[in-house]
């Protein structure tokens, strides 16, 4: 009997590699989803392990479809993309409609080339007899963890229906939080760069044509004066290859962010710049009142859709988009895994709030945690709505103030020698 070798994903929706003997590939396929296991590369030993993926395959009479491809196609599909294809099949499927044909129907009407060529996808692999969240587990570069175990709850409940309406909610609820973020970082960002490429204009063309009239009656400059013609004679300097200093400041403010990056992609790197961002002044409030937010709201939505709790706290910590958070989570998941409360390593881990903690502590003595769960990410949204309104109002003055100080300075400079020396002609 054959060998084959396979990858597969476990019901956590981790990776699995191993080997199986079984009389033809469909047989071993049969084998590992009798275990548990959902294979997405499978290949008889000998022939190179991978090479052989389960796609579809088509015959004279029927096309049947065992499309198990693994991660291999960019996902460019948006958020927002994602969450009105999970609102529509939600409501086709409470109208009564099929899944098969629920999937048929959205591939039909959807525009982006990417996610129509995934539901096409999707329907062969249900119609060639995979569940639908072992159809999702294909696609993992759009369909997470949270999803596909959510829907996969929403099958063996029989309430597949309301689980998407769920996600669909999450997903709304999600986007529109990260959109308040969003909006509180752009206007700064705006009013920053226009001032800078104002001061940048001046300091090149305008401050220059200044420096020289006023060089030529060899009268003392006011101090402030000095400061800008000396920046000005900085930012057109080459003292490095012959290019202007002020392309090397480009370059450097270049050179800093991808030295960021580059240490965001390492394990302490990470943590250090995660740990940052919730000690930020301002900032720091916005985005610990977020995560806590997402924590709660993903671990609420996937326990009230019949997700076990270990299997809820992994996904949530593996979707909590920042290290301290995601640590802290795993402490949690480490005390319940022994059987212990999950208030305890909550408080102990010092970054959740009070107000967390006692409510998830009642939500536990209740029977109602869940509920409570996401009673706290409502809450939570909200503080940050509101946090982020709050933000809004104080930047915008403060922004003005800072872009017509700086224009205001350079503008001073220029005309204050130019002041004194009218005055001076005048008096002669």
Request: positive net charge; proline residues 4%; charged residues 20%.
């Amino acid at each position: 009997m054959p060998n084959f070798i396979y990858s597969a994903l476990d019901a956590k929706g981790e990776q699995a590699d191993g080997n199986v003997a079984a009389a033809t590939e469909a047989d071993a396929i049969q084998k590992l989803r009798g275990q548990g296991l959902y294979p997405t590369q499978i290949a008889e030993e000998g022939q190179g392990k991978g090479k052989a993926k389960i796609g579809a395959k088509r015959t004279a009479v029927k096309r049947k479809s065992k499309n198990i491809s693994f991660g291999k196609a960019k996902s460019n599909v948006k958020p927002k993309i994602l969450m009105v294809f999970t609102r529509q099949l939600a409501t086709l499927i409470d109208s009564g409609l099929p899944l098969l044909r629920s999937l048929t129907v959205l591939g039909k009407q959807e525009p982006n080339p990417v996610l129509k060529s995934t539901i096409s996808s999707l329907a062969d692999s249900v119609q060639g007899g995979s569940t639908f969240s072992e159809s999702l587990a294909q696609h993992p570069k759009m369909f997470n963890k949270l999803y596909v175990n959510m829907v996969k709850a929403g099958e063996l409940g029989g309430v597949l229906e309301v689980v998407l309406n769920r996600l669909a909610e999450y997903q709304e609820k999600a986007q529109k939080l990260k959109n308040k973020i969003v909006s509180a970082m752009v206007y700064p960002a705006i009013v920053m760069f226009i001032a800078v490429a104002i001061l940048i204009f001046l300091m090149i063309f305008i401050v220059p044509k200044f420096k020289e009239m006023f060089a030529e009656t060899g009268d003392a400059l006011p101090l402030i004066s000095q400061i800008v013609f000396g920046f000005s004679e900085f930012c057109l300097g080459r003292q490095i290859l012959g290019i202007p200093n002020v392309i090397w400041i480009f370059v450097a403010a270049g050179g800093l962010y991808a030295g960021l990056n580059a240490m965001g992609q390492t394990k302490g790197g990470r943590r250090f710049i995660d740990k940052a961002k919730l000690h930020m002044p301002i900032f720091g409030d916005i985005q610990r009142k977020s995560a806590v937010s997402r924590f709660a709201r993903t671990l609420g939505t996937l326990v009230t859709s019949g997700v076990p709790i270990l299997q809820a706290l992994n996904i949530t910590r593996d979707t909590a988009g920042n290290v301290v958070i995601s640590n802290a989570i795993s402490q949690v998941h480490e005390a319940v895994k022994e059987g212990e409360s999950i208030v305890t390593p909550l408080s102990a881990s010092g970054v959740f709030p009070n107000m967390v903690i006692s409510m998830v502590d009642v939500g536990e003595e209740t029977g109602q945690l869940p509920e409570m769960l996401l009673k706290v990410a409502d809450v939570y949204d909200d503080e940050v709505d509101n946090a982020v309104t709050a933000l809004t109002s104080i930047l915008e003055p403060i922004m003005i103030v800072i872009l017509a100080l700086v224009v205001g300075a350079v503008v001073f400079a220029l005309f204050l020698p130019l002041i004194k020396m009218i005055s001076t002609m005048s008096d002669q």
